[in-house]
């Protein structure tokens, strides 16, 4: 079993930055891949980044390419997502997920076994 908690959401500005955090417990959780999906209102769940085991491979929406930055740190079970130049579409309650080594597409959330409670990003215009 595999705990996930979200932190660093809040409310910002167009053009602002927030660095969420994902703390992590549990077996065996830094052999896992990390994700960040993300759900506006009204919306599906969609894929924003995801970075594997050992950190060096990374992946990113092509929406957040060039914004976001996701990193990992096993030492100390947390994954973040430093998130600039923010923008009003980037509102959206923003989830930590965990998959286990399967082979699946980083982006399909169908493949991620546990999930955080969320955290709400709010980029004010």
């Known amino acids: 079993q595999v705990q996930l908690v979200e932190s660093g959401g809040g409310l910002v500005q167009a053009g602002g930055s927030l660095r969420l955090s994902c703390a992590t417990s549990?077996?065996?959780?830094?052999?896992?891949?990390m994700g960040w999906f993300r759900q506006a209102p009204g919306k599906e769940r969609e894929s924003v980044s995801a970075?594997?085991?050992?950190?060096?491979?990374?992946f990113y929406a092509d929406s957040v390419k060039g914004r976001f930055t996701i990193s990992r740190d096993n030492a100390k079970n947390t994954v973040n997502l430093q998130m600039n130049s923010l923008k009003p579409e980037d509102t959206a309650v923003y989830y930590c997920a965990a998959a286990l080594p399967t082979g699946s597409s980083w982006s399909d959330d169908r493949g991620y076994d546990y999930w955080g409670q969320g955290t709400q990003v709010t980029v004010s215009s």
């Open positions: 970075i594997g085991w050992s950190g060096t491979t990374r």
């Open positions: 549990g077996r065996t959780s830094s052999t896992y891949r």
